[in-house]
């Protein structure tokens, strides 16, 4: 399983170790607001970790946690997983931070890392990330790492924006910018 690293942040694949501070965080319907909409109880973060193993084992992909280096606190979390989970769709990335630590560039700085994993690493030739049509903050993390609106598509059964990017777009901005690796 892949660790990952940027500036301030060590992403490490989910763990039971994570379940705590996993839980804090979409325990806050906040976080969750245009995720699922509610609070994620204790038991759902479980599941979710165990659902999330399986993927690296199948896939050698998924979620990671996103532990701040100055203090070893989860702050967030993100992935690189099959849009939908269908094995059929491309890649997609997505994330989510702590409330307490928003609009410091955690979410960009993770995907940015996220998203050179998907195109170097596991040579994808075009990456996703779906939001909810309020989800601001999300949008502008989309644009900032050179995305490009789709459409309002179905996802996760509701009707979210669709940004992509492909691998060739990726290097074409990386080309004109330090890209984390």
Known sequence: MTVLITARLRLEPFEDGHLDGLNAMNADPEVMRY???????????????????????????????????ESDEIVGAGCIQYLGGNRANPLEIGWRVRR?????????????????????????NLLCAVCHPENIASVAVMKKLGMRFRGVEEWYNANDLTFEMTRNEWRMRAGSSDVAQ
């Open 100 to 124: 307490d630590k928003w609009r410091q560039g955690l979410a960009f700085e993770a995907a940015e890392r996220m998203a050179t994993f998907a195109f170097e690493a596991l040579e994808a």
């Open 35 to 69: 995720l699922t909409g509610r609070p994620e109880t204790r038991e759902e973060t479980l599941a979710a970790i165990e659902r999330v193993k399986a993927r690296w084992a199948e896939w050698g992909f998924s979620w990671w946690s996103f532990i701040a280096k």
